[in-house]
């Protein structure tokens, strides 16, 4: 099994930009779909950025063109770059890996392990 440890959120005004990574340990992330996810108070989780196993990317329509999801497999860990934040980007932030569905895309990804996430504010 594979563990996944966020770090990198934090406080922002909007047009600033934040790297998020994810550090897992247990297995190699090559072997998974993953994907960076996020959730702000009354709203349910959505699906920001996916890279599987061949490493094909896809993104949110709400995030393309701003933010890039890469992964370090040397480093074993996964990484968002957010650029030109915005204020509704506000959000807790997980990443997750799916090893069912090893070329997940946003629509199929279905994560069976998360991170414990973490917090990325922007502000006016």
């Known amino acids: 099994q594979v563990q996944l440890v966020e770090s990198g959120g934090g406080s922002v005004q909007a047009g600033g930009s934040l790297r998020l990574s994810c550090e897992a340990s247990g297995r190699t992330l090559r072997d998974y779909s993953m994907g960076w996810f996020r959730q702000s108070p009354g709203k349910e989780r959505e699906a920001v950025a996916t890279i599987d196993e061949d490493g094909k990317i896809s993104y949110a329509d709400s995030v393309k063109g701003r933010f890039t999801i890469s992964l370090d497999i040397a480093k074993n860990t996964l990484f968002l770059q957010m650029n030109r934040l915005k204020l509704e980007d506000t959000a807790m932030y997980y990443c997750?890996?799916?090893?069912?569905?090893?070329?997940?895309?946003?629509?199929?990804?279905?994560?069976?392990?998360w991170g414990q996430g973490t917090q990325v504010t922007v502000s006016s």
């Open positions: 997750a890996a799916d090893f069912v569905r090893l070329t997940a895309t946003i629509a199929t990804i279905r994560p069976q392990v």
